[in-house]
């Protein structure tokens, strides 16, 4: 039940677009079509931004898009905006259980 | 309006105990499994446990295995989680969840503090 691994941050301007990546092994990632990712801003709960690798869930921003190859999968926020700041967290299903990626802090100059 | 709602959270002693509950409401709760998932502080999301619609499937991570049990009243819409033998290193945020392969719908967390 090791951890998926993300860059710890990233930072981008108003309007730019940034890219987080979540590695695991051919075990959780790359075995599984399970990929979520999470929003959370501090002090709050975490929110749904992506399921199943790629799709938003109701009311998400179409900003936010996922994607995988391999054992990676990735989260693109398209037109940063200010309020986008926040932690975030990608999940995978594995063969018995969930597992969290480590978080990453993105900082919107 | 789909709504979790945690309660139960609290300062214990190590070596103590503590029940969590999550009251669900807005959609069928029976329908889906659920989840706990913990935040310890300034510390990044950790799944917890997780139950089947009917209770017959409980899955584990290995830090508290044998030590919480997670449990579920699909009559009370509510969702439980016993701790035992509560350890520092059990503090944190814990949050429940459901569960659909993806987590899409949160409470608010309730905080447990373990120390003496």
Known sequence: QSALTQPASVSGSPGQ?????????????GGYNYVSWYQQHPGKAPKLMIYDVSNRPSGVPDRFSGSKSGNTASLTISGLQAEDEADYYCSSYTSSSPVFGGGTKLTVL | EVQLVESGGGLVQPGGSLRLSCAASGFTFSSYWMSWVRQA????????ANIKQ?????????????????????????LYLQMNSLRAEDTAVYYCARDMDAFDIWGQGTMVTVSS
């Open chain 1, 17 to 29: 677009s940034i890219t987080i990546s979540c590695t695991g092994t051919s075990s959780d990632v």
């Open chain 2, 41 to 48: 502080p300034g510390k990044g999301l950790e799944w917890v």
């Open chain 2, 54 to 78: 009917d209770g017959s499937e409980k899955y584990y991570v290995d830090s508290v295995k044998g030590r919480f049990t997670i449990s579920r009243d699909n009559a009370k819409n509510s």
